[in-house]
């Protein structure tokens, strides 16, 4: 069974950081991309970063780029996201994906994690 | 606002069936045939219904189907179902490497 759990959300001030990880298991993780949806309160589905199987190749949404980095760790089946410059509307429900295929970013997440939150206020 | 444009809502009766639409432009949905469909429930993580417009993943039950005709795809729910309420999005590839969501669709069975 296919398991991604998030952590690493919390309370964060506006311009401060915050690193979120996603431990997978149940696949071979290296063979797939990971990516990570965010999900503002009471809001829709927004897109935020993907990683290739090898991390080779990363891609993020207009609204992250420059203050988000997405990375992976292979050997522990550990993919990551670290966000910079945090704003208030950053704050959302972060959800850990896993791509159908290696290295398509739009091939369909057929895994979610339940998400952690990661909020930004003074 | 949304990249993609969905109706903020739909209905139907138990055993009706409803369609939903999503709308890009020709360079996302027009030019690619890489749209996906996911259920969401309250409070819950959304579920992969369709990806690449018409597939179905395994164990996703074949009243659901997908299709597109030029700048618009379509979700559409057979012999509706109690459980089927809920929201659903759809995501399409855009150019240069992002993808798109559509603002989501409430669906109410009524």
């Known amino acids: 069974e296919v398991q991604l759990l998030e952590s690493g959300g919390g309370l964060v001030q506006p311009g401060g950081s915050l690193r979120l990880s996603c431990a997978a298991s149940g696949f071979a993780f290296s063979n797939y991309a990971m990516s990570w949806v965010r999900q503002a309160p009471g809001k829709g589905l927004e897109w935020v970063a993907t990683i290739t199987f090898n991390g080779g190749s990363t891609h993020y949404a207009d609204s992250v780029q420059g203050r988000f980095s997405i990375s992976r760790d292979n050997s522990k089946s550990t993919v990551y996201v670290q966000m910079d410059s945090l704003r208030a509307e950053d704050t959302a429900l972060y959800h850990c994906?896993?791509?159908?295929?290696?290295?398509?970013?739009?091939?369909?997440?057929?895994?979610w994690g339940q998400g952690t939150l990661v909020t930004v206020s003074s | 606002q949304s990249a993609l444009t969905q109706p903020a809502s739909a209905s139907g009766s138990p055993g009706q069936s409803i369609t939903i639409s999503c709308t890009g432009t020709s360079s996302d949905i027009g030019e690619h045939g890489y749209v996906s469909w996911y259920q969401q429930h309250p409070g819950k993580a959304p579920k992969l219904m369709i990806y690449d417009v018409t597939n179905r993943p395994s164990g996703v039950s074949n009243r659901f189907s997908g299709s597109k005709s030029g700048n618009t795809a379509s979700l559409t729910i057979s012999g509706l179902q109690a459980e089927d309420e809920a929201d659903y999005y759809c995501?399409?590839?855009?150019?240069?490497?992002?993808?798109?969501f559509g603002g989501g669709t409430k669906v109410t069975v009524l």
């Open positions: 994906v896993k791509g159908r295929d290696g290295s398509r970013i739009s091939s369909g997440w057929d895994s």
């Open positions: 995501t399409s590839y855009k150019p240069i490497n992002t993808v798109v």
